[in-house]
């Protein structure tokens, strides 16, 4: 059956439901900037260890910045459907809080092109906290990665977004 007379609010798909890469031929460049968040809950002992920069394998939070970086430099290559970007901007931030035993991972991307860095962002935190799940499962295995999620983003045809919370 041939829907492609019916508008599809799912832009990877096209009218016959086949996945296709967005065609952004025509769209404007415009300054974009997302932002995204998660956190990687562990024990307080591990969290210590990671502050005291006593870990076994080195310095965690480095290392973890590094792999969210790199990550949403890759991101492209990981989902299949992402546009490859020139990213003029990567920052990844990671906050310990001893009190909640948990490291919260901020990440931001920027660029001036024809399409958003909402995936670069959440790429970033994702990798970045699977990283400080790898250097540390050997002490934690029972660490939880939750709460990824957008921020913000802004620029493009849609214009800006912000989470409610």
Not at 30 to 51: D, K
Not at 111 to 138: N, P, Q, R
């Amino acid at each position: 059956m041939n829907n492609s007379d019916t508008p599809n609010p799912l832009t990877h798909l096209d009218g016959d439901g086949n996945a296709r890469m967005v065609d952004v031929t025509d769209k404007d460049v415009t300054f974009r900037v997302a932002t995204a968040e998660g956190e990687v809950n562990m024990q307080p002992e591990t969290l210590r260890l990671i502050v005291d920069g006593k870990h076994a394998k080195g310095d965690v939070m480095a290392v973890a910045r590094i792999a969210g970086i790199q990550a949403a430099k890759k991101c492209a290559d990981l989902i299949p459907l992402c546009h490859p970007l020139a990213l003029s901007s990567v920052s990844v931030e990671l906050q310990p809080d001893l009190g909640e035993n948990l490291v919260r991972i901020n990440a931001t991307c920027k660029l001036s092109g024809k399409t958003g860095v909402e995936m670069e962002a959440l790429t970033a935190v994702s990798v970045a906290a699977l990283t400080i799940y790898d250097m540390c499962k050997a002490v934690d295995k029972g660490m939880t990665i939750s709460g990824v999620r957008l921020l913000t983003k802004s620029g493009g045809k849609s214009g800006d977004w912000q989470s409610d919370d």
